[in-house]
C-alpha cells in the first residue's frame, strides 16, 4: 500500500548519503574543458579618485589571457544593477552601479580591473602587478555625521547622503501624554558578515556558434539570476542557463546579484574560455553584503497598571556605498516593531543612509530580529520602570484575537503567544530560577534571564504584497509535478534548498497528496532549464508556505485528472469516485481499486475519455493569500563574570510555533541554526571598520568571530502548534526563526543579572571587553555616591 | 620550478611534479580530482578543508603539497568501506548532524581524530575536541548528537550528556 502519513514524519534526509561521502557538488567542484581563472583586483580604499590605471606588467605575465577593466565589460554588459522598491517605494538617492568601478571607487573592495590567467596562481599573481593611482577622498563612515549638511559625500558631487526617509505612521502627541512612565533607549544593530561556509562563486561558460550561457553559481534564487544577466547581456532568458547546484549555505547574501555574477559570463563571452572565480574568504567579509547595520532611537510608554501606551521608532540604516538590491526590506523593522503586543499606538521612520562601506541587504531574518529586539528590550525596560516581572508585562499586553490587524496594516493569521510563553517559563523553571537568582545576587553571583516572545512576517508573499515590492515579479510560487507511465514521480520546484532538505520534504508533501510511495518522487531544484519558466528561490522563510503549496496544488491537479480518468475507467460518475491512500473505487466498492500507477500506466494509452489528452502532469503557482505569521518565546539563562566581563551562556530554551510540521527533524535543526546566529549576533559577531580610513579591521575570520562548538550550551526545545489558515497545509515557516529570537533573549538576560549594578542597556556584541568597561564604570559611579545612571549608554 | 610529491590518497598512490607553493588543499582537490575536501577560509580558522595525515588530523590548506611527500592521507572520499559508510557518516546522517554540508567532511574527518584519540568523549570533550572547525547551520547540537552516537556504535562506552542544574552547564 502506498504510504500515506508522511506528512509530520522523521524523514532522513535524503541528500545526505552524497554530502557525508564528499560526493557532494558545490560550485568549486565543477569545471569545463579550458577553463580559465578570474581574479578580481579591489580598491583597497573605502573613497577614492581612480586617477590612472597600467596593467601592462599584467598583460605580459606568466600563463595571462586577458586583463579587463571597466572599459571592456562597458562593451558587453548594459544598465546597472537591480535595487528593488522592498519597504520604501520612493527612494531620494540611488546611486547608479555597474559592476566594476570606472572613475571613482566608493567602498573597500570595490572591482577595478579582473585577470584572466590559466591558472588561479598565476591570475592572482598577475593581479598584483596591475598598477593603480589612486587619490583618496574622506570617507564617509558615521552614520549621523553622514547627515550633517557639511559632510563628505559618499559619492562625489552628491548633494546628500540620504538613501530614503520615509515616515509609516507619525507621531500622536496625545497618546504619548497618557503614559505613566516613559523610557527611551538607543540601540545598535552592529553590522554582521552573513558568512555561509561555502563563499560565492561563479562558473560560466560561453557558446558562440549557439549564443547560448550556461552559469554555475552559488545561488539562493538562479531564476533571477537568468533574468538580470539577460537584461544585462541581451541574450535571450531561453540561451540562458542558470544552475545552483549544492549551495554550501547562504543566509539572504546569495539572494541578490553581485558584480562577479555578471563579470566571470561577460568574461567568458570576451574571451571564449569557460571562466570560474571562486571568492576568498578575505573577498567574502569584504565584498558580500552585510546584515543588519541598523541605529535605533526608541521611546515606548505605558501606565502604572501595565497596559502599554505607545511606542516611537525611529530607523537609521546604514546602506553601505550603493542601494543593496533589497536593503530597504529591512524596514519592515519599523513595521513590526509592535512586536506580539496591543499598543494604542506605534509611529516609525526609516532613514537609509549612504556610507562608503560595503551595502546592507538582507541577512538571516533581515528587520525581524532588529524588531524583536527593540520590541523585546523595551518590553523589559518598561516592566523595570513599573517594576512589573517581565513575564507579567507580556502575558498583560499580548494580542490574543486573530486575525489581527497592526497599525500598519499587517494581518497576523494566527497564533497564542500566552501558550508559548507558557510552555518556555514552565520548561526553565522560571519561579525557581528566579528565587536561585536572587539567592546568588547575594552571595555575588550575578545570574541573568532573558525572555523574547518574537513574532515573524514570513512567507513572501502574496502578489498583491510583493509585486510592487520587487518593481513588478510577484513573490508567488511555482512547481511541476510530472508522473511517468510506471507511476513515477518527479516534481521541480522554483524554490532552492541550501541546506533546508526539500529534497526530503516536498517529496513527504506529493507522497500524501497523490498517495505515492516517498522512494518513488524524484525532488529536482537549482536548474533554471527544467521546469517551469520562473521560480522565485529561497529567502524569507517562503518555501514551504509558498513552495510547499505549489507542490501541493500540482499535485491536486495531477489527482484531479487522474479522478477523471479513473471514473472514466469505471465506467462511474466522477462525484463518486474516491481517491484514498494512492488508490481509487468507486464509493461503496472499495475491493475494485485502481492504484494511482494503474491509472498513470492508463493516461499513456488508448480510450481516454472525450477531450482528455494523453500524459498526467501538471504545472502549479501559488499565490498566498496572506503573508504567515509564526511566533514563539526563548529564554536564555546567563551568568556574567563580574571581574572579566565575560558572558555565560548556561542555558537556552526555545519554543517555536511554525504551524504544521511536515518533518520535525528538520525544523529541529532550523531552529539550532538560527538560534546559534541570533547568539554570535548578541556575545560575538560585529563586522568593524576603521572609522577614519574605512579600512575594514575585521577581514579574516581570526577577527571575525564566528562561535565554535564550544560556545554553545545545548539548546533545549518545545513547541505549540498553531495551523496558518493562510494556506491549506496549515504551514508557516521557521528558517529564520531562531535568529530573530535569540540575539534579544540573550541581551535581556545579560541586562537582568547587571540591573544591581544600575546598567540598564547593553549593546551587542555583548563582548568581555564591553561589558567589562560598563560594569567598571557602573562602579566608579556608584563609589562617587551616584546610581550608576552615567554608565547608561 | 616544479617537484615530485608521491602520497597515497585513500590507499592509492599518487605522483605528481607540483609547484612548491602549492597548497595541499588545491593538490588534492585540482590535482587529484577529489573535491570532497572543501575550503573555507583561508586562514585555517574554518577546518572545512581537515584530512587526516598518517592518522592526525591537518587542515590541509595549512600544509604545502610537497610537504605530504611519502606521507599516507585520507579524505572524506577514503572513510566509506565496502560501500558502506563510516560510523561517523551514518552518524551524521541518523542524527542530521548536517545541513548545507560544506563543513561536513572536515568535521566528519575532525570527529574520526578525536575519537581515534578519545574513544568516548563526553559532551564537552566533542565539542573542546571539534573547535577547530566551524558550521554556520546547525548549531553544534546536532553535531555533537553524532559524534556520540558513532562513538557508542564504534564501541566506546555510551556517551552521555552532560548533567544539568537548573541554571545548567557547570
Redesign the interface.
Known sequence: MAVTTMIGAKIHRREDPRLVSGEGRYVDDFTRPGTIFLSVVRSPYAHARIKSMDVTQATKAPGVVAVYTHKDFAKVLSGTMPVTPSFVAEKKQNPPRFPIADKEVVYQGEPVAVVLAETKYQASDAGNMIDVDYEQLPAVMDLEKALEENSPKVHSGASDNVGWDLTYIPDDAAVMKEADVVVKQRILQQRLAPTSMETRGVLAEYSKPDGTLTVWMSSQSPHFVRLFLAGAMGIPETRIRVISPDVGGGFGAKISPYSEDWLVPAAAKLTGRPVKWIESRTESLQTTTHGRGQIFDVEAGVKKDGTLVFMKVTQYLDAGAYLGTFSAFQSCACLLAGGAYNWKHVSSRTVGVLTNRVPTDPYRGAGRPEATHLCERMIDLLADGIKMDPAALRRKNFISEFPHQNHFGLTFDSGNYEKALAMALEMVGYEKLRHEQEEGRKKGRYLGIGLSSWIEICGFGPSAGTAPATGGIALVESAQVRVFPTGSVAVYVGTHSHGQGHDTTFPQIVADTLGVPYDMIEMRHGDTAEGPAFGYGTYGSRSLAVGGMAVHKASKKVVDKARKLAAHVFEAAEEDVVFDQGHFYVKGSPDKRKAFGEIAFAAYGAGLPEGMEQGLEAVAYFDPPNFVWPFGTHVAVVEVDTETGDVDLKRYIAVDDCGNIINPMIVDGQVHGGVAQGIAQALYEEVVYDDESGQLKTGSLVDYLVPTANEFPEFELGRTITPSPTNELGVKGIGEAGTIASSVAVINAVCDALRPLGIKHVDMPASPDRVWKMIHNARNASHDGHDGKEARK | MKHKVATTINGHRHEHEV?P??LLVHYI?DVVG??????????S??G?CTILVDGKAIKSCTMFAVQSEGKSLT???G??QDGK?HPL??A???E?G????????GF?MAAAYLLSQNPNPT?DE???G???????????????KSVRSAAATMGGAQAK?AA?S????S
Request: hydrophobic share 30%; net charge neutral.
Open positions: 609547484e607553493r602549492l582537490r577529489l573535491t570532497g575536501t572543501h575550503i573555507g577560509c583561508d586562514t580558522q574554518c572545512a579524505t572524506i572520499e572513510m566509506a559508510l557518516q551514518q551524521f546522517w541518523d542530521h548536517l545541513q548545507c554540508g560544506y563543513c561536513t567532511p566528519i559532551d566533542i565539542r573542546q571539534l573547535e577547530g572547525n566551524l558550521c554556520r547551520c546547525t548549531g553544534y547540537v546536532n553535531i555533537v550528556p544539568k537548573v541554571a545548567g552547564r
